[in-house]
């Protein structure tokens, strides 16, 4: 069963790809499809499988021979391994639907903003009703929780970008931060959002820490935040009760 479930996540990571790619060009997801980039001629379905094409092609287009993204295998890579980990932890259950979904569009968000500084409304508002879908149809006995978690995620991300500002006298955080904890903490609940957060957060701690000893970052730098999040939610599902059990132990 877990490989059905990377094999639906190869097939799903490939049209995030479409979408990584289509939505901050504003173009359609549907048609036409699937082409090179750089010479713009149509892939043929046979060089469109995912993962398996781009190592038999070499990473290169067949037409023109350029150079083909690594994101395209990675992206697909990391989508199947993100909802084969979420089936071994929940199985086939609400919170593995719920998860998958979450995940689904923290891919996509997560390379967008990472590339172009940008979290899309157009991937936000649709991951928050899909949210508030699940919640009411399979989870309706647990709304509070997951009500406190989107205000609070969403409430601490403001507090900081209104902080950042004063501070810093600049932005240092956008609302499209902001609108992912209210997203997450919808899916999560109170008050695993917070433990989300704290995780991203630690993340990206040791991502400029390690930026600025090896001189790839400098003090004033801006990075987009989002990946780090999508990244901590990420762990937290997956990693996070085994990771606040073994802390808890230490004490």
């Known amino acids: ?19 990584i790619y289509r939505l901050p060009r504003g173009l359609s997801l549907v048609a036409p499809r699937s082409y090179c980039p750089v010479c713009g001629k149509p892939i043929k379905f ?6 398996i094409s781009y190592f038999l092609l070499r990473g290169r287009c067949r037409e023109c021979g350029a150079r083909i993204s690594w994101r395209y295998p990675f ?8 909802l084969a980990l979420l089936f071994l932890k929940y199985g086939l ?32 508002i649709p991951c928050f009703i899909f949210g508030i879908f699940l919640v009411l149809i399979f989870q309706i006995e647990m ?13 601490i991300m403001l507090a900081i970008a209104i902080a950042g500002k004063l501070l810093f006298k600049k932005e240092s955080l956008g609302m499209g931060d902001v609108k992912l904890l209210v997203i997450i903490g ?20 040791i991502f400029i820490l390690w930026g600025i000893i090896f001189k790839r970052l400098r003090f004033g730098n801006t990075i987009p935040f989002g990946p780090f999040i999508a990244i901590g939610t990420l762990v937290y ?3 996070g009760g085994t990771i606040l059990n073994w ?3 230490l004490f």
């Open 93 to 124: 259950s609400i919170k593995w639907i719920m998860y998958s979904v979450l995940t689904l569009f923290l891919i996509p968000i997560s390379f967008i903003d990472a590339e172009r500084g940008l979290i899309l409304n157009k991937l936000t």
């Open 237 to 239: 599902l997956v990693w």
């Open 186 to 205: 919808t899916y999560v609940g109170f008050p695993h959002v917070l433990i989300s957060l704290f995780f991203g957060t630690l993340v990206a701690a």
């Open 247 to 249: 802390y808890a132990g």
């Open 46 to 51: 046979y060089d469109n499988v995912p993962l």
């Open 143 to 155: 709304w509070k929780s997951f009500l406190f978690g989107a205000l609070a995620g969403g409430g």
């Open 1 to 19: 069963m877990v490989f059905l479930v990377a094999i639906l996540g190869l097939i799903l990571g490939s049209f995030l790809n479409v979408v």
């Open 75 to 82: 992206v697909e890579g990391i989508t199947a391994l993100c």
